[in-house]
């Protein structure tokens, strides 16, 4: 199982990002899949969440109306869209795969906003 996270770097303040997480080694659309993110010094937080159909979705109220989830089933890839990123957005971010009773990590993208 391989969940690999791509798209993070340094931009600047109220620019955008977009996240991607590659899965392979498991069925992809039998799990949901989130993205965390870990700030320095703080606890690793959920910031999104969507269905094995891609047809649910769940934000978190902090980047709501600024993030969104989506998937690629054919692709076996998630992604976060990160629009009018803020300073408080650094962190390093993680994907996660759950279903089937297993849960799977990624080994995290670093993104920094700052100007």
């Known amino acids: 199982v391989q969940l690999v996270e791509s798209g993070g770097g340094l931009v600047q303040p109220g620019r955008s990002l977009r996240l991607s997480c590659a899965a392979s080694?498991?069925?992809?659309?039998?799990?949901?899949m989130s993205w965390y993110r870990q700030a320095p010094g703080k606890e690793r937080e959920l910031v999104a969440t969507?269905?094995?159909?891609?047809?649910?979705?769940s934000i978190a109220a902090s980047v709501k109306g600024r993030f969104t989830i989506s998937r690629d089933n054919g692709k076996n890839t998630v992604y976060l869209q990160m629009n009018s990123l803020k300073p408080e957005d650094t962190a390093v971010y993680y994907c996660?795969?759950?279903?089937?009773?297993?849960?799977?990590w990624g080994q995290g993208t670093q993104v920094t906003v700052s100007s």
């Open positions: 080694g498991f069925t992809f659309t039998r799990y949901a």
């Open positions: 996660k795969a759950v279903g089937q009773g297993y849960q799977y």
């Open positions: 969507i269905n094995g159909v891609g047809d649910f979705t």
